[in-house]
């Protein structure tokens, strides 16, 4: 939001704060949140220790004035980029970014970012700012509609088998339209983005833990061929299956 867009009297206050105040000492005190600030080149200036912990540093000084390409992998860089791009250029935000990122032990888990262009007092941007937490909404627990519940236990008895949401509705007796709504409002997420989830996330525990073939991985958890299993392990994390046995394989 640039300052144009505060009232009379957020005006006179923000005005009036020093930028080093309570702000900045609330922010580092989130827990479970991440948040950063980044310049016009995109190196961080500002990261809070939830931030900086989870990337296994123990200070704010080791990131300052490092770029996303010096600390993560550089597919993730690349998207995060992108991502900082658009929000700079646009003066707009960017929020409710749903992706799955990988921990440092290389688990997939399911994050939420929301990123703000951060301007100076002539209204430019000179930077993006934004949070980045984990994403409970897709789990199992979360949601109070048994309904979708009773979906999500149907589809997760096997992830590889391909379902039908007509013959499930029917099943646990919703009509599909009312499903999709239902999910979608529970989970964040359409009931088939849900079932690739759960393929990635088993696939990333074969890879791990096994010595199977990329092609039998794919095949067991229900892909076509090799080449659809990698495209859509690729585009939800931003590297391919090869590279991540290679990272994190355990055998």
Known sequence: MQISQFSKEQKIF??????????????????G?????????FRLVFANPYFFRRLGLKSEVELLRKDDFQ???????????KDDQAVISSG????GLVELFLNQQGIP???????????????????????????EKSGLNVSRDEM???????????????????????KIGISHRQLNRRFKFATGLSPQQFQVRK?????????????????EIGYNLGFCDQSAFTAQFRKRMSMTPRQYRIQYGQV
């Open 109 to 135: 888990a399911w994050y939420q970012t929301n990123k703000f262009p951060v301007f100076d007092k002539k209204g430019n941007a000179i930077g993006v700012m934004g949070t980045v937490q984990r994403y």
């Open 148 to 170: 979708v519940e009773a979906f999500i236990k149907e589809i997760s008895k096997d992830v590889a088998k391909p379902f039908s949401i007509f013959q499930l509705a029917e």
């Open 14 to 31: 923000l005005e009036d704060i020093q930028s080093s105040t309570s702000f900045l000492a609330m922010l580092e005190a989130l827990e």
């Open 199 to 215: 393929r990635i996330e088993k696939a990333c525990e074969l890879l791990k833990d096994t010595r199977k073939t990329l092609v």
């Open 33 to 41: 949140i991440s948040f950063f600030v980044k310049d016009i080149s």
């Open 92 to 95: 707009q935000p960017l929020t």
């Open 71 to 81: 600390l993560f992998p550089e597919p993730l860089a690349r998207k995060f980029r």
